[in-house]
Every structure is written in C-alpha cells, then in structure tokens.
C-alpha cells in the first residue's frame, strides 16, 4: 500500500473510531506518522562510500554538486544514469544518528532533494564508565565509534538491551570491511575480546532483531575506573579481593584502591571480564593469597576460578 493510501486509511479509521472501539487504530496512525521517512545507507558515516539510487535522479547526475546537511560533499560520481555515488562529509554538531537534507545542484540550483540519514562517528574513552546510551532500532540498525586502542587484548560489553539482539564490528580504515567479532548472544549484554594494533579502530555495533531501545558501550585493555566497588574477605582473612565494577553512573571515589589502601597490599594481577551489568575487573593481592601469577591467570580465563565469561575475560599481571 503506497505510504498516502495508508495515511488515509489510517485517517479515516481515526476519525470513525466508534466510541466503545479499541486503541489499535490510534496505535497504527502514531506508529505512521513516527516512522522516519529519510533514506537510510547501509554505512551513513563520515568517510564512508554511499550510493543513492532514484528514478528522479535520471539525467540529472552529471556535472552536479552533492551537499549532505548543507556540506558539500565530495567523491561524487555517477555508477548508473539514475545513481550517485559520494563519500559522506563531517556535519559537525551532530552527536546522534539523524536525518538531514540531501541536496544535488546543477549550477547552482536544486535539481533534486531529500531526506538522508547521518551517523556520526562517536569518539569512545577504553576503561572508563560512559553514561551516554545509544539509541538503535530495526531501520537505523548501526551505530559507529572510534577509539585509540593499544596492542593488547580489548574486551568489549554491551549492556541495557535486555530486549533485541546486538553485533559487534570491527575495521582499522574508515571504508575497511566490519570484522565480526561479538555475536553469540541472542538478547542481553554482548560481549567479546579481540586482539588490537595500536592506533584507531572503529566499532560497529548493529541491531540484529528485537525490539528497538537504547543501550551502552563498554571498552577495556586493563583494568576499569568503577562506578562501584567491593573487597571479597574469606573467614580467617583480612581481605582477600576486590572487585571494580564498571557499570554507567559516575566513577566511584570510593574504589578497590582506596579502600585495601589500609593494607597496603601489593597488586599482583588483574582480571578484567565481561557480563550483564557491565565490566569488572578482579584485583588479586599478594597478601590474599593471590601470589601465584600463573594460578591468578587461571582461575581468570577458564571457569571455575570466581570469575564470569572465561572466555571473553583479559588478564593484566602487575
């Protein structure tokens, strides 16, 4: 059904709405009048190749200008005589992924015009707490980020999308191939390690199935800043371990540091791990027990040893 036929049916069946009769006519015009109407690439990010194809286009794609959010965008050629390529600009101030306007000029006058959809590229702090929640949903299914990553291992978590399905990407060159590398799990927090080279990545993360809603981004190489923490104490001991949480309120000032900072232990190791509620990392001590390097990295990266999600988990010797 074209989209103004559906307005009208919608319309109509708004306006006629008996009295005694349900709210899924008003549910389904809502549902309408929300739905984006932009067109939506399969990238969308700044730096990335993108193509539009469209009847209107016809004849009018050579000798052209392209502006995407009033930029002149540059790249732009024509595949098809109803085609245009181009590779999309920076729009600056834009933070979240949104509809701006898409403007071919020929000699300086509009010949074609729409709607298109822009993704930012988000700059992602590794081992810190980000409040910030990512919108996400079926249509505009990815969202993208950079971040300075360091030639070590990097666990990665999402969390707080309990309802739909997330995947993880990965690509060191803005139109380089996304890497899967995180996706085993069908709802709840996703979450995976990968090996990194030193300099910036790009993370794709991308909406697989469910409902739409909004979620949070976790990246770590060692150990986390917390927004909470707690010492693990066995009878007989004065501590044992602590726990740094990372999970997205503020960062604690109340950490595992200044908390065994009256022992004065000596940190033997690190474990940092995946899970729903965000990344934790597992600080051993000497005097807890914890002395034995090779034990430590045991009970972190295989099951049995107090720790969660073995396989995703890094550990960092001191």
Known sequence: ???????????????CKKKDSSD???????????????????????????????SELSGKTSGITVKVGGITATGVSSPASDTIQFTMPTIPGITENAAVDFVVE???????STKVRYRPILSWAINQPIGTSRPIDARDNKS?????????????????????????????????????????RMTGAEFNRVALNAGTVYIMAKHISGFGGTYNLQVANSGVVPTSSAKLTYSGWTFNLCYDTMGTGPATTNTCAVQMAVYSPTRTGRCTYPGDSGLTTRNYYAEGGF?????????????????YNEAEAIFITE
Do not use: R, W
Request: proline share 5%.
């Open 144 to 184: 993208f980020f950079q971040i300075t990553a360091t030639t070590a291992t990097h666990v990665f978590n999402t969390l707080g999308h309990g309802a739909f399905d997330l995947d993880l990407y990965y690509f060191t060159s803005l139109n380089g191939t996304p890497i899967p590398f995180a996706e085993k």
């Open 24 to 54: 899924t006519e008003n549910t389904l015009l809502a549902l309408f009048l929300l739905a984006p109407t932009d067109i939506v690439f399969e990238l969308g990010y700044p730096g990335s190749q993108n193509q539009l194809k469209n």
């Open 291 to 307: 002395a034995n390097q090779t034990t430590n990295q045991t009970g972190c990266l295989n099951p049995g040893g107090g720790s």
């Open 106 to 112: 020929k000699d300086g006058a509009s010949v074609y």
């Open 1 to 15: 059904m074209k989209p103004i036929l559906l307005f009208t049916f919608l319309l109509c069946l708004f306006g």
